[in-house]
């Protein structure tokens, strides 16, 4: 009797064991039968140079619906997979060089356990059929590239239900190659210009003992990339306005003395000098402190340095200059006593040079 109820036993067992094995096999095939396969994989190494370890972007398309709880990314044999999980830090915060229309994958974490061989597994929410999900792996020390330099490297992305069952999936490619940087080289020569405008003349017209005449027609312009600056002087042939016919030189030593900082020149009182005003469009100089103090104008009326036949400091430029402007205003006065005559002049001289 005993073996009767065993027998039994033994056939519902059996009994139970087969339906388990045919509902196991009948849920295969009903998972196999249904998994899709991804309509865009995409995955980018920001490295692709050999043995270089390396960040990364993911990106899919899903094509059938289902409840996604994880991501299967299987990466090319010969690529140095981090068993690591915390190594498999992500983000989507940085979209840069994502594919257009792509959107943040939503709930993708690091693995909750280690990857094994080259599969690493990141959790992940349900994704929309039809909407490409982006996300990057954001640690070098997550992968590595293969050591030779080969072409058609294949891996997988797969997404799966917790089961896990797959869901869809998808074949990527990529490539690997001895050195992906360039590097870009260039030169630049030294270089300086020097441009006068307004001609040669600088007509102060005729003088009288009621104002102060001024005229500032002339200018030039400088543009250097000496890196350590340049400078500009000036001289001239009388150390003031001179008549020939006259035998007279308005001064320019009295006005006010050679070496001395700049002043204004008074209405009645005699004295000729220069003023120096500049401006640049760009560089490293510091325009504001360029002109020299003997000389600076400043924005006030009829004030300059004195000059002779020695050149002169006018400015001097710390760095680079691009379309630097100098102004040169000149001024004279006379008294009463000063010599009638139509032949005053004077020859001034500007140079400028670079320090490279």
Known sequence: MTEIKNLKAWRIALIASSLLLVFQLFTFLVHKASAGTLTNTFVRFDRM??????????????ASAGTVAQV???????????????????????????????????????????????????????LTVGTLYCF??????????SASATNSNTGTITTQTSVPATIDTGTFSTATVSSDQVTVTASINPSFSMSFAGGTTDALGTLTTAAVASSST???????????????????????????????????TNSPGL??????????????????????????C???????????????????????????????????TNTGVVTPTNF?????????????????TYVAAGIF
């Open 72 to 126: 299967s990314v299987s990466f090319p044999t010969g690529y140095t997979v981090s068993t690591t999980a915390a190594n498999w830090a992500v983000s989507t915060v940085t979209t840069t060089g994502w594919p257009a229309g792509s959107s943040a994958w939503p709930g993708i974490t690091v693995p909750g356990s280690a990857p094994v061989g080259q599969v690493v597994i990141f959790p992940s929410s349900t």
């Open 332 to 348: 004279a006065a006379i008294n009463g006593a000063t010599a009638a005559a139509t032949d005053y002049t004077d020859t001034q």
């Open 218 to 252: 002339v200018t030039f312009t400088v543009n250097t990339n000496a890196k350590n600056g340049w400078m500009a002087w000036v001289k001239d042939a009388n150390t003031g306005l001179n008549s020939s016919s006259a035998s007279y030189t308005i001064p320019s």
């Open 136 to 145: 990057n792996w954001t640690n070098t020390a997550a992968l590595t590239t």
């Open 286 to 320: 510091t325009a504001g402190s360029a002109v020299n103090a003997n000389f600076d104008k400043a924005g006030a009326s009829n004030k300059g340095g004195s000059f002779d036949p020695t050149l002169r400091t006018i400015l001097t430029c710390g760095g680079t």
């Open 259 to 284: 070496g001395s900082a700049s002043a204004a020149l008074v209405a009645g009182t005699e004295g000729y000098n220069v003023g120096i005003a500049y401006a640049q469009t760009s560089g490293s």
């Open 49 to 62: 140079q050999t043995s270089t370890a390396t960040t990364g972007t993911i990106c899919a398309k899903p």
